[in-house]
Structures are given as C-alpha cells and as structure tokens.
C-alpha cells in the first residue's frame, strides 16, 4: 500500500532533492533541462507531490508571463505513482494559482494532449484564437 500524496507549493529547501527529481526525465526528453537558477525561478510558482517522510513523486511549476498569460511546465510524476490522479492534482494547483492571480489564460506545450485535455485544456479559446508556434533554429537558411 502506497503513502497518501499530497500536494504543497515548492520551497527553496526542496531545489536539490528536485534536481535530483527530475533527472530520469530530463535523460528520457520528457522535459527540458533546468540549471539550479532555473528551477530557483521554477520553484517561486511550483509545486510539489510529496509521499511519506517528504519523497518528492511529482512536480509542476506555473510559469507567468504577464497578467494575461501564464504556461504549465515541467509536469512530471514519478513512474510508479503515474495514472493515480497526482499529475492531475499539481495542474489543479496550477490552475488555482493563475486564478488566484487573475491571470486570464493558461497554456501548455505538451506531447500528451489526451491528459491535459481531460484536465479541461483544449486547441482553442473561445474565438477560435490558435497558438502557433515557430523554432527560429530550424528555419535558418544555409
């Protein structure tokens, strides 16, 4: 039988044991890399899924870009603990900051569209407003 979960915002105390977190899906591209400054930024708007005596299973940060606009990322839940509702719970946290900040729209750029779909994400606004995207890198001329 596994601990109870709960979720809690991020501390500063937590950045190492985070580092430490993240790795195996740094390693499997499932996230980005982030340096120790990063995840010090990261951990101003995150949140943690804590099992037991304090063992990170899980992480999502809110990045905010302005009032109008905040992005999910860094959603990550330790394998064992995946398909147990915990990465819906940190969006949920996430979600209720933004809310919290009347921040109007919250993005996610993701490979897992069916999960955060049934968190009540969607392709479009209301309006039938797009995100489109551009990588700069590989649209360069030889």
Same mark, same amino acid.
């Given at each position: 039988m596994t601990n109870p979960v709960h979720i809690r915002s991020t501390k500063h105390d937590d950045i190492s044991k985070l580092a430490e977190f993240i790795v195996p899906f740094v390693e499997q591209e499932k996230i980005l890399p982030r340096t120790s400054d990063e995840l010090d930024e990261l951990v101003e708007t995150g949140f943690v899924a804590i099992e037991g005596n304090d063992k990170i299973v899980g992480f999502a940060s809110l990045e905010i870009y302005s009032r109008k606009m905040a992005e999910i990322r860094s959603l990550v839940v330790a394998e064992d603990r995946q398909g147990t509702g915990i990465g819906k719970k940190?969006?949920? $946290?996430?979600?209720?900051? $933004?809310?919290?900040?009347?921040?109007?729209?919250?993005?996610?750029?993701?490979?897992?569209?069916?999960?955060f779909q049934s968190c009540g994400f969607d392709f479009t606004l209301p309006g039938e @407003? @797009? $995100?489109?995207?551009?990588?700069?890198?590989?649209?360069? @001329?030889?």
């Amino acid at each position: 039988m596994t601990n109870p979960v709960h979720i809690r915002s991020t501390k500063h105390d937590d950045i190492s044991k985070l580092a430490e977190f993240i790795v195996p899906f740094v390693e499997q591209e499932k996230i980005l890399p982030r340096t120790s400054d990063e995840l010090d930024e990261l951990v101003e708007t995150g949140f943690v899924a804590i099992e037991g005596n304090d063992k990170i299973v899980g992480f999502a940060s809110l990045e905010i870009y302005s009032r109008k606009m905040a992005e999910i990322r860094s959603l990550v839940v330790a394998e064992d603990r995946q398909g147990t509702g915990i990465g819906k719970k940190l969006v949920t $946290a996430c979600v209720e900051r $933004a809310h919290q900040r009347n921040i109007l729209e919250v993005m996610v750029i993701t490979s897992s569209d069916d999960f955060f779909q049934s968190c009540g994400f969607d392709f479009t606004l209301p309006g039938e @407003k @797009k $995100a489109l995207f551009i990588q700069p890198h590989l649209n360069e @001329k030889s």
